[in-house]
């Protein structure tokens, strides 16, 4: 039992807060205007207790009826369990600031980035040609070549959760920066096979850090009511970053040292988002956990742009509730204690499986064999211009993404990925029979031959097939796992999305440096029917077990895994917010909370 009050103000759970609550129930009843009932809260500071979080009314800043009730509604009191209690309170009515955009765009730079770096190696294979020691690449060196970022990006993974709790969100993100301005240097003058692959090792510890952070950044920042669709903005920008890099990887195949020019495009952003950052903030979480509770403040009312400081300091207060929640009093104690709790507790583990699981299968169903190697495979398929077929793959891939981005809340993460699976294993099958009569045959030290030289119908399957395939992966898995850190509760994110973002850069490592051997010893039609069944058994996995979880609260999301994966209870609340939000537009026109009723969710999960 707890009823809300409009417009601002903050109280706790004290007996003359209890009275209050008590009175704003008598004016729920009674009059029904400006209060809606919720659910009993409980103490951020006691797991088990229940307590009333009131909001009072600020006279300063709202319309005060007879009874000195609020006129117009805004705020709702929820259960003050996880980081998004003040969020809600604070975002409903409010539009995003463009404070918010301005840091999303900017931690997306690094989402470019990633994009970008791991993208522009595709054409650069084709057109080093002999430019490292005086010989051409062999499929072993292009292999070390591509692999050598996912390494990084594998290494700095494992570290940036931690390093991003101790020095921050952004100097994390600046000294990334460093990386890829390093990495891209000894690129750009490289004339040894070696320079080259450390100048992409460093550049990968950039990457692998930048693939963390910035989701993680941006989902710190993010109203909650928008999150979802602001971190998929990152993944966006990653593969327009890939996009891009293979655009100017076509207009630059012919210019001599045109692969350098490629590598040293990639300074312009890192250059863009250093400095950007230099005027920009960290996140108020992070302010918080140094105790810099003013810069905080200042964040997130620039953040909020009409929230009553009242509010704001409420979310400061539960975020720093949050914080001593972590048991330890040094560093390495905390972070013992999360690596503890995340393999302990029932549904932080099953949130790290299906975290790193999504992340594997991102990484294991092929996808970025065709990032890295698409240029080579369409030069071997017959086609003179690699570079420019591959931006049709890299331009699909983007659109999908984009198609995504407006499926994700609607349709649901679940139901995307099941249609994402098997529509990615049927294209792999047809890539793999249409190899087949293709008959290529990858040979060592870079060699391949073909038996239907030029143009042929087969070649086309074989790209058409590419194409579908990378439109079921962007619209499903390619985008999905990148969601990861609503899976897990604040207390173990940081090293949750660590474990997973460490999987994927793994994952990604193993097809990297792997690909090229499989399509000689394997042949290709082997590996994409590899490919293709690593998707069936893949599909069967998100079947049984990822659960839906848009529109859930994060407290939902695990109470949803406490026991289980609790596929069908998850689908039928995810059904029922669905309708209370389409129910709550329709009789505010604009998404207030008139007439909001949310029962438990632990009720609702009986029900189900
Ligand atoms: O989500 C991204 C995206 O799908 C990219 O295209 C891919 O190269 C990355 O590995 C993946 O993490």
Known sequence: ??????????????GAESALAGRAQDRAQGHGHGFHEIDASKDSNDDSAQSITVIEPDVTNGKLDADGALLDDRIQIRPVNDEDDTSVMITFNQKVSPFIIVLTFVASISGFMFGYDTGYISSAL??????LDHRALTYGDKEIITAATSLGALISSIFAGTSADI???????????????????????ARSFWQMAVGRLIMGFGVGIGSLISPLFIGEIAPKNI???????????????????????????????????????????????????????????????????????????????????????????ELNALNRTIP????????????KEIHTVPSNFRALILGCALQGIQQFCGWNSLMYFSGTIFETVGFSDSAAVSIVVAGTNFVFTLVAFFAIDRIGRRCILLIGLPGMCGSLIVCAVAFHFLGVHFEGGGQATIEHQGFSAWGIIVILSIIFYAAFYALGIGTVPWQQSELFPQAVRGIGTSYSTATNWGGSLVIASTFLTMLQNITPTGTFALFAGLSLVSFFFCYFCYPELSGLEL???????????????????????????????????????HDYHKSKPSDELMEC
Request: proline share 4%; aromatic share 8%; charged share 20%.
């Open 555 to 593: 407290e939902e999301v695990q109470m949803i895994l406490k026991d289980g994966f609790n596929i069908k209870a998850s689908k039928t609340l995810a059904k029922k917010r669905k309708q209370q939000l389409a129910a709550q537009k329709n009789s505010s026109g604009n998404g207030d909370l």
């Open 328 to 339: 330890g009093d040094t560093i390495p104690k905390k972070v013992w204690n999360t690596i």
């Open 227 to 317: 999150r979802g669709r602001l971190v998929v903005i990152n993944s966006l920008c990653l593969t327009g970053g890939q996009l891009v890099a293979y655009g100017c990887g076509a207009g630059l195949d012919k210019v001599h040292n045109g692969w350098r020019i490629l590598v040293g495009l990639s300074l312009i952003p890192t250059c863009i988002q250093f400095v950007c950052f230099w005027f920009l903030p960290d996140t108020p979480r992070y302010y918080v956990m140094k105790g810099r509770l003013d810069k905080a403040a200042e964040v997130l009312g620039k953040s909020y742009v009409d929230a009553p400081s009242e509010l704001i300091h409420q979310k400061i207060q």
């Open 126 to 131: 084709v057109s080093i040609g002999t430019d």
């Open 167 to 189: 020095w921050g969100r952004k100097p994390c993100l600046m000294f990334s920066n460093l990386l890829f301005t390093v990495g891209a240097v000894l690129q750009i003058s």
């Open 1 to 14: 039992m707890t009823l809300r009050k409009p417009e601002s103000g903050v109280g706790s759970a004290s």
